[in-house]
């Protein structure tokens, strides 16, 4: 079994400034994938940024990257230079290779971008 | 593409009654897995279909059950509904199941159980 833990509830950025979610998980499976979705609100979810754990190199999309660190299970996700519109849910979540597509999330952390 | 898509998107049921949600995936998507989101349990793995057949299946009771028509819609239903059902029900499609590629999430269907 997989499970995916969260610690912060709540977080507020300034606009342009950076910040960084926590994520830990634990699973006794060799292969995964890990995932941050971004759910704003009464907005659809989309993925931001996913790893695939046999990967070393923590993976990037523009503004967004991953710090992954596989020996103690920890998956945070940076946000940099923030913007008013990355205001959202952000949940981080794993998915083990042989549970064909099933997503195990954390409990989410409500983010406020400010002015 | 379009995305995919959930009806109805608003659900209001009475306790015991039955209810049906559709769930249409991106074209071409042969995967569509179930999810439900409540404040208090976070989003719980319902079920996910690939090519009409259910592959995994979460802890939910048997009132839970859906099914997948051979062109990727899959519908779920949940039979003699409780208070404790009221959520947000999120589908996600892909391309296959378990595969690397992307899931894509509809908007969901709100159901309110009175």
């Known amino acids: 079994a997989q499970t995916v833990t969260q610690s912060q509830p709540e977080m507020s950025v300034q606009e342009a400034e950076t910040v960084t979610l926590s994520c830990t998980y634990d699973t006794s499976e060799n292969n995964y994938y890990l995932f941050w979705y971004k759910q704003p609100p009464s907005r659809q979810m989309i993925l931001v940024i996913r790893q695939e754990a046999y990967k070393q190199q923590n993976a990037t999309e523009n503004r967004f990257s991953v710090n992954f660190q596989k020996a103690a299970k920890s998956f945070s996700l940076k946000i940099s230079d923030s913007q008013l519109g990355d205001t959202a849910m952000y949940f981080c979540a794993s998915r083990a290779t042989g549970t064909a597509s099933k997503l195990t999330f954390g409990t989410g952390t409500r983010l406020q971008v400010t002015l | ?114």
Not at chain 2, 24 to 29: C, D, N
């Open chain 2, 1 to 114: 593409k379009a995305g995919v898509t959930q009806t109805p998107r608003y659900l209001i049921k009475t306790r015991g009654q039955q209810v049906t949600l559709s769930c249409s995936p991106i074209s071409g998507h042969r995967s569509v897995s179930w999810y439900q989101q409540t404040p208090g349990q976070g989003l719980q793995f319902l079920f996910e279909y690939f090519s009409e057949t259910q592959r995994n299946k979460g802890n939910f009771p048997g009132r839970f059950s859906g099914r997948q028509f051979s062109n990727s819609r899959s519908e779920m239903n949940v039979s003699t509904l409780e208070l404790g059902d009221s959520a947000l029900y999120l589908c996600a499609s892909s391309l296959v199941s378990g595969g690397t590629d992307t899931q894509y999430f509809g908007p969901g269907t709100r159901l309110t159980v009175l």
